[in-house]
């Protein structure tokens, strides 16, 4: 698996950005959002169970990770049509304001190292990427464990601090003076 300090690789994969008819689906490609913090996040399968509540907490926090120049990227290996479909059905799915990006030749995944070996789906992955393409955070959860988004952005306000940030720290807060 690709790690801190390593290059995210670059990739173009189809996404649904909405459900707006003409207007839902879009190729993404690494070079996107050029000069923005980027957080990807991989969940294993659409229409299941976990996987919604973490979509919907980041969707919630959009606004916050927008408000600290970072764009929030979903991603699983699921088709858009998929896609667009679990957005149409699932109520909580249905304004996401970030793109859901399709990896079905799970060409990123398997780039990424979070291809998971016995199911074949995308791990529960996320990676917090700096505006030079270069991960600097790396977390992955096991399939029937959901994330924490909210440690997700505490963590992105730790990095653009670009201090020594202790145990626990949230913005706002001191940081560690060598």
Request: hydrophobic share 40%; charged share 25%; aromatic share 10%.
């Amino acid at each position: 698996m690709l790690g801190v300090g390593q290059k995210f690789p670059d990739f173009k994969l189809p996404a649904t950005v909405s459900l707006e008819k003409g207007k839902t689906f879009q190729d993404i490609t690494g070079n996107d959002y050029e000069g923005k913090w980027k957080v990807y996040f991989f969940w294993p399968k659409d229409f299941t169970f976990v996987c919604p509540t973490e979509i919907a907490a980041f969707g919630k926090l959009n606004g916050q990770f927008a408000d600290r120049d970072a764009q929030v990227l979903g991603g699983s290996t699921d088709s858009e049509f998929v896609h667009l479909a679990w957005r149409t059905h699932h109520e909580d799915l249905k304004n996401l304001p970030f793109p859901m990006l399709a990896d079905i030749k799970h060409e990123l995944c398997k780039s990424l190292g979070i291809l998971d070996p016995g199911a074949g789906v995308a791990q529960r992955a996320t990676f917090i990427v700096d505006p030079q393409g270069i991960i600097r955070y790396v977390s992955v959860n096991d399939l029937s464990v959901g994330r924490n988004p909210e440690e997700v952005l505490r963590v992105l306000d730790a990095l653009q601090t670009d201090e020594l940030c202790p145990c626990n720290w949230k913005k706002g807060e001191e940081t560690l003076k060598v």
